[in-house]
């Protein structure tokens, strides 16, 4: 308890004399001392450079090494795949883009995603012994440590152990899955440093066949609120079909071409009004994100759209207070929400994170 305690301080204070560390930690000099011997050889902490002087000698610093270890973070986000690596701040140091093969065996493509995941570890020059676990995201319904994929122009996958199949790859034993938009919602809150008790994220992502689905994910006090079974938030027959073999970027910008822009627009918030509608009434949040990027240029009016529409309709029942805002994390939130997933775990937990970092 005395390492963790020293750990947590070092983490949240950042750059700390001995002297410093004991009077927040209530503990002695020479435990104190005796810990930092031992997380220095073990390169934990590191000695960083030296504080000022209040009339004797200077004393040294230390700090919380954030690149003793790493998280990979994946956002399955069927056909594109994406990889980050992050120290363990959550700060991206390396990632990978590419598209998933399209193949119908879920073994197939969670074996090519493995195999990306081992090259972008090799290529961020450091090995397997340093990736303390991985957050995996995915368009999903989440069964323990397995996924069934089952919705309008996507695969059907049922229960498939991703957790497993990682595992047997790449020998990392900490994996935690999860629903895509959850861990947006995550990457959201922390990269804003929002202090919502609650946030309704909802998400517009592509589809395979030429269409644009709408997922939903909840944070309580700043962690993801999964349910019983992981899967609250999950919004059924959200989605806009296009019956068409484009990208929905293609469809949008195609559309806004050949129809009024606004009216578009309208159509599109119409037609997602009630599981928005459902999600707000149901956690009744503070606020209500959302990521609409697939639109473009009109992603603001349709986030214009939605509030007004929300609150139109809600207002007529209660007075609810919550505010609706355009998404602001834009760069890969899936995928550092899932390293950030394997953080928030670690971090909570001080047997865990001591074991993975000793």
């Known amino acids: 308890m005395n390492r963790w305690r020293v750990l947590s301080a070092l983490k949240e204070k950042g750059k700390m004399s001995k002297k410093d560390i004991a009077r927040i930690c209530d503990l002695s000099i020479p435990t104190v001392d005796k810990i930092l011997k031992f997380y220095l050889k073990k390169k934990v902490v590191l000695e960083s450079g030296l504080d000022r002087s209040s009339g004797g000698r200077r004393p040294m610093l230390y700090e919380f090494n954030y690149r003793v270890r790493y998280v990979v973070g994946v956002d399955f986000e069927i056909p594109e795949l994406t990889l980050v690596i992050t120290d363990l701040r959550g700060k991206v140091v390396n990632k990978h883009f590419s598209y998933l093969p399209a193949s119908e065996d879920a073994r197939v493509v969670m074996e090519y995603m493995a195999e990306k995941i081992g090259e972008l570890i090799a290529r961020t020059q450091i090995t397997l012994d340093d990736v303390i676990g991985i957050g995996f995201g995915a368009p999903a319904f989440i069964n323990q440590d397995k996924i069934t994929i089952s919705g309008k122009n996507l695969p059907l996958w049922k229960n498939v152990p991703v957790k497993k199949i990682l595992q047997d790859k790449l020998n990392v034993p900490f994996v935690i899955v999860d629903n895509d938009v959850n861990l947006m919602a995550l990457s959201e809150s922390h990269h804003m440093d929002y202090k919502d008790k609650v946030l309704v994220y909802l998400a517009l992502r592509e589809g395979t066949r030429g269409d644009i689905r709408m997922g939903g994910g909840v944070l309580v006090n700043g962690e993801v609120f999964r349910g019983a079974h992981g899967n609250a938030a999950t919004l059924r027959h959200a989605y806009i079909d296009f019956s068409s073999g484009k990208r929905g970027e293609e469809i949008v910008e195609e559309l806004m071409k050949i129809q009024n822009p606004s009216r578009m627009v309208s159509k599109f918030k119409d037609h997602l009004l009630v599981p928005m509608l459902n999600a707000v009434v149901l956690f009744d949040p503070d606020r209500?994100?959302?990521?609409?990027?697939?639109?473009?240029?009109?992603?603001?009016?349709?986030?214009?759209?939605?509030?007004?529409?929300?609150?139109?309709?809600?207002?007529?029942?209660f007075d609810w207070n919550f505010s609706v805002e355009m998404a602001r994390d834009r760069d890969m939130p899936c995928a550092k929400g899932a390293a950030l997933c394997i953080l928030q775990e670690i971090f909570s937990n001080p047997e865990v994170l001591l074991e993975k970092l000793l």
């Open 288 to 317: 209500v994100v959302i990521n609409a990027s697939i639109l473009g240029e009109y992603e603001s009016l349709f986030v214009e759209e939605c509030e007004k529409s929300l609150k139109h309709r809600l207002q007529k029942l």
